[in-house]
């Protein structure tokens, strides 16, 4: 006897049909999975047995052969126990009333017939949605797959799952009309102390998704700022809820199988690897500048990551995505973030300081500083040190708030919104150099600031283009369509300088 149910794997962050074909035959007992599959699947065959055993649903002493097709592509992970149990089932005599074509099935079981959450299951749902399926899953994957609106009945177990397929179980479609509620931050602006340039160097950044490095002694507040950049940012969109809970879910770190609803800040310890941080390993994982797609990818102590690492950051941070290859396939995560860097001035920390004396030598600060490439810099779109404070500076009140700056960046962030319609980017910071020469029109006097500086300070030319974004974003928050020479002045300023 033969059963063919529908399921689906993934590639990346992608998914795709699998049709899990049981067949059921007189012979010697044996339970076979072919097509490709991982060890996790191949396991699955005594968590089946069991699961439907203990369901009370019968398992006969048969030949079982099941395929997952198409046979060619190599399949992983734990979804498949549902769909090659409600096979079983079929194939052994249990009666359905309901047409198993329209249902994608995916859920692990566990050995009593309960089912478990899977990784992935918003891009199943894409899928499931895409195909006109309605989706058969566990109750703890619900909340995640009712974000792509499409039909979605959760369960308990196997045996409600078979209730419902024969008819003796009704059961209601989860709810895809809730919405997602934003919690607020415990962190605001209004608790950084003076460090005005600081906070106007993260108010551009924010507004135009410009890279920012931070330098300073210790204790200057350069992490407690970086952190606080997320309140400021404007509120996600649900395309990129989708988009980053997607990756969320892909790489298995969504908490309580929610939703991401918050820019997501990444802040990886300096001891982290390049595939950590890129993305690899033997499942071609997501890494950090993934994870921190649309949100924030905090690098504290720049200096201390290993050079290979930092390096390996270079062509995402051009690209806004990064390509992760295996032996037979090439899988790409997106990875558009916004890049804070902090670092101290040299290995003590108190290089320039006013109040404590560096102790370091110049061999020290110069390999101190070497780990740190050229063109590696050069991607930085603002260079802010943060000097030591004063008793008055502590003892002042903020006069910035989140809330305030937010509305900043909102406004300036709709400016470029309806700049770039049609186009496809959203932002000052990923234009082209043709959007460039459209839209960074500089008054007389810009144009002679610009020029000047080319000449004595011998930019490269991609500093002259991160300088015409900035000053764009700039242009942007003063709601002017010219680039005037102030503009122009306050982005020279932010470039690095060796000193």
């Known amino acids: 006897m033969f059963c063919k149910v529908k399921s689906a794997f993934l590639v990346g962050i992608e998914a795709y049909g699998v049709d899990v074909e049981i067949d059921s035959s007189k012979g010697m007992p044996m339970f076979a999975i072919v097509g490709l599959a991982d060890n996790a699947i191949k396991e699955s065959k005594e968590r089946v047995r069991s699961a439907l055993l203990n369901s009370s649903i019968p398992f006969k002493a048969t030949r079982l052969t099941i395929n997952l097709s198409p046979a060619d592509v190599k399949k992983e992970g734990s979804q498949f126990d549902l769909p090659i149990a409600i096979g079983i089932a079929m194939v052994n005599g249990v009666e359905v009333s309901k047409n198993l074509d329209e249902f994608l099935f995916v859920a692990e079981l566990s050995l009593d017939g309960k089912l478990r959450p899977v990784s992935g299951i918003l891009p199943i749902s894409l899928y499931a949605k895409n195909h006109n399926l309605s989706l058969i899953i566990s109750k703890e994957n619900s909340c995640e797959a009712t974000l792509a609106k499409t039909n979605v009945y959760a369960f308990e177990n196997l045996s409600e799952v078979i209730g419902f397929l024969n008819g003796t179980i009704d059961a209601q479609l989860c709810d895809t009309t809730k919405s997602f509620e934003v919690s607020g931050y ?265 020029k000047q500086a080319m000449q004595v300070m011998h930019f490269s030319m991609r500093s002259y283009t991160k300088i015409l974004k900035v000053a764009r974003t700039i242009a942007d928050l003063a709601k002017s369509d010219l680039i005037l020479q102030s503009h122009i002045k306050e982005a020279i300023s932010y470039r690095y300088i060796e000193n």
């Open 186 to 450: 415990d962190v605001d602006f209004s608790e950084i102390k003076g460090q005005h340039r600081a906070i106007r160097g993260a108010l551009i950044a924010a507004s135009g998704v410009h890279n920012l490095m931070l330098v300073g002694p210790p204790g200057t507040g350069k992490s407690m700022l970086a952190q606080r950049i997320p309140t400021i940012m404007p509120f996600m969109s649900e395309k990129e809820i989708i988009e980053t809970t997607k990756i969320y879910s892909v790489a298995g770190v969504l908490k309580n199988n929610s939703v991401v609803t918050k820019r997501p800040f990444r802040s990886p310890h300096h001891t982290a690897s390049d595939i950590s941080l890129i993305g690899g390993g033997p499942d071609a994982k997501p890494g950090e500048i993934s994870l921190a797609h649309n949100g924030v990818l905090f690098l504290d102590e720049l200096p201390e990551f290993k050079r290979n690492v930092i390096e390996a950051l270079r062509q995402p941070l051009e690209n806004g995505y990064i390509n992760v290859s295996r032996a037979k396939f090439t899988i790409q995560y997106p990875a558009n973030f916004m890049l804070i860097t902090a670092a101290n001035p040299c290995p003590c920390g108190y290089y320039g300081s006013k109040t404590k004396k560096c102790t370091c030598s110049f061999d020290q600060i110069r390999r101190y500083r070497s780990k740190i490439s050229g063109p590696f810099l050069d991607r930085i779109d603002l260079y802010v040190e943060m000097p030591e404070l004063d008793y008055d500076s502590i003892q002042s009140t903020s006069s910035y708030t989140s809330a305030e700056l937010m509305q900043s960046v909102t406004e300036a962030r709709e400016i470029q919104r309806s700049r770039f319609l049609g186009e496809k980017i959203s932002t000052n910071s990923r234009m082209s150099p043709r959007l460039i020469k459209k839209y960074c029109q500089l008054e007389y006097e810009a144009e002679q600031v610009l």
